[in-house]
């Protein structure tokens, strides 16, 4: 249906056909150009010009112009038509039996089959071209005259009569033959230009396609890489609600005891002193002085204060909730989480320890981690300020805010300290002060210097250089805690539940280093943890 109705638009109001060579008036209307030609010559031999079909008239003949627009319309149309049979231009001079026509002479307007061809005139005027029905297109619409030249300024065919009637003059006109070659010169230029875009536009199709393709298979990845890391994410934060939940309820059951088994004293105490309180009484009550005086001594009745002192010694001893080693399981479990997710530590780099402070019988692995001792010095180093005179080493990077923890494996030595200390802390020391073989004095770093250390079975707290009577814990894993500005330094035991083993407290007025020291010959220690706590996560 809409194949039909396009093809009344496309046909001729003279002929009745579909268009052939359209051309346009100055009205608007189009025309096959041989039919409208025929109309005017008519028109002009009664002196007078107007369209056919809206009879506009002209006071001169009008020009013809190709519309080049219908003419591909009609082309395209003709294309989509595979029944319709292309018509064939015929030999005008053949009237028996149509023979094909191989040439036509725009002179004579007669196309001309091969026989007819070679008996043909061969004078200058009578111009050949490929076989045509619309020899009238080839001639200039006004003098009639085959068109030769082409104006480069009006963009028009024209003929020799166009050329000196003075319509062109001083315009660029050249042959036919040499504008088209012209014309075909920028337009392989073009097309050339128009093809390298085509190439690019291809290449960018197809890397548009392949960054398509590698974005959906990234997005699948990281899909399914985000459904495992947050359901692995809920796990921890289950376990971690567990852990720290236990840790609270037996903390409590610990103190729910302890108070009970004091309350029972109590309650055996307040009997005693109850029955005490009665002999008392009836001794007040009896009015014989001798019986009072005979009746038993009151030195047992009166003796309560050593009681009375033990109960108040105990009373400011009961234990509350250990809420910084709660929080610290509850902050390190998270932060542990979160580098999970991260999957990065933050801190501990290569270069941890400062190989340039370590005493001469340290070995610092490579990756600024590991520091083993050996019985003599490890290679000729040469003393600086900065170097220990003894078997310890600090980190390169100093700490002034915030709150880090640090774990510490110290199960490859049996003589070992770990802390933290000033810059200024002494590197060296009075050797005649000294008891131990490579040890300083812990007294000279008083309120330089806040750690532990151990020899064997016995602990020691190195700012007030005293052994503390604990055992050994079975963990081989030390975890320090800093918290800068609330002036704390704390040791854990990283076991389950963690056990606290001390805290240190001061007003910090200096960046802090962590210090390692081993004295137990092949003896190492090792940082396996460091992080740096961030009260936002937490």
Known sequence: MASADLRRELDCSICLNIYTDPVILPCGHNYCRVCIDRVLDTQGRSGGYSCPECRTEFPVRPALYRNITLCNIVENFRSTQ??????????????????????????????????????????????????????????????????????????????????????????????????????????????????????????????????????????????????????????????????????????????????????????????????????????????????????????????????????????????????????????????????????????????FLDESTAGDKLQISVDGKTVTAFPSPFMDLPETPKRFKFSQVMSSQSFSSGRHYWEVEVGGSAYWDIGMCYPSVKRSWNPEICSQRDHPDLGEHKNKYWGIHRYNVAWGLADRNEHCPCSYPSSKIIRMYLDYEAGKISFYNPTVPITHICTFTATFTEPLHVVIGVWDDYGYLKICGERAINDQNC
């Open 82 to 351: 595979p029944d319709e049979e292309k018509s064939e231009v015929f030999c005008t001079h053949c009237v028996d039996s149509p023979v094909p026509a191989v040439k036509s002479c725009l002179h004579c307007e007669a196309s001309l089959c091969d026989k007819h061809l070679r008996v043909h005139s061969k004078s200058p005027e009578h111009v050949l071209c490929d076989p045509t029905t619309s020899l009238e297109s080839r001639k200039c619409s006004v003098h009639k005259k085959i068109l030769e030249y082409y104006c480069s300024v009006d963009g028009a065919c024209i003929c020799l009569a166009c050329r000196l009637d003075g319509a062109h003059h001083g315009h660029q006109v050249k042959m036919l033959a040499a504008a088209s070659e012209m014309k075909k010169e920028k337009l392989k230029t073009i097309h050339q230009k128009l093809k390298t875009k085509q190439t690019v536009a291809v290449r960018r199709i197809l890397r548009l396609q392949e960054h398509q393709r590698k974005v959906m298979d990234k997005a699948g990845g990281e899909k399914l890489n985000i459904t495992v890391l947050l359901g692995n994410l809920r796990g921890h934060l289950e376990d971690l609600e567990k852990k720290v939940l236990g840790e609270i309820s037996g903390q409590a059951e610990k103190i729910s005891v302890s108070i009970m088994e004091m309350t029972r004293e109590l309650e055996i105490k307040k009997e005693e002193l109850s029955r005490k309180m009665g002999d008392i009484e009836e001794l007040c009550n009896m009015t014989d002085p001798l019986i009072v005086l005979q009746k038993s001594e009151t030195g047992d009745l009166c003796d309560t204060e050593d009681g009375d002192d033990e109960d108040r010694e105990r009373r400011d001893n009961l234990r509350d909730l250990d809420m910084v080693g709660i929080s610290h399981t509850l902050y390190t479990g998270l932060s542990d989480i979160m580098s999970g997710i991260n999957n990065r530590m933050e801190g501990a780099g290569d270069t």
